[in-house]
């Protein structure tokens, strides 16, 4: 079993007209999408991870077709999954400081609700809020559930590079490597749930507020 994330993204609006002198709602509408502009950098990692997971598949491949006679290729190609595996765990960490930094900006809209006068609007807004806070923390179980799987993953490798292993301690650890890919996957469902819902409930403050609102996915 390997991995294969699928994350789904923000929705994305545009206001096509705005009034003069900047209202409440329109300063919100600034924050959330300068948020979205800040996950940028989250959306940027998954091609690149993608990639790096597909180079430990093969390399994962390349080793389990070759015998325990030829160990120093095996240890060359562990090295070589452990270097994709590296450079997976700087890109996780960038995805990090992305959605943090996005989730930072998304927060000054929280003092702005109280100024909100339409109770139907305060109470989307609220709502919104709140499937935003849920998100956020699904990302944060999904990030680091999938860090874990790298340190495990990781292990796994410097297992392989062992000349005397024993088949019982690899193949524990390839249990334990898949069952925390079984968590990374629930994860990242849960997280695309929340992405959805949040996307939905933004949906429902827009078309609650008075913005001329047309929407980019």
Sequence with gaps: MRLKLLLIGLLSAVMLTACSGESTQEEIYQ??????EFETGFVEQQQPISEL??????????ISDLGIDQYEEIKTLADEAITTIEERETLTDNERASIDNAKEEFDKVVPLVDEL??????TAAEAMIEEMNQRYDAFVELNDAYQT???????????????DLEEATFSE????????????VDKNQLFNEETD??????????????LNISYEE
């Design 173 to 184: 650890q390839v249990e334990e490597v898949n069952a925390q890919y079984q968590v990374v």
């Design 53 to 62: 997971e597909e180079q430990e598949q093969a390399i994962y491949q390349e």
């Design 149 to 163: 799987s790298l340190s495990l993953d990781k292990a796994l490798y410097e297992l392989l590079k062992q000349e």
């Design 31 to 36: 924050h959330l999408e300068a948020s979205v």
């Design 117 to 122: 006068e339409e109770s139907e609007l305060k």
């Design 197 to 210: 819902a949040f996307n939905e409930a933004k949906r429902q403050f827009y078309e609650q507020s008075d």
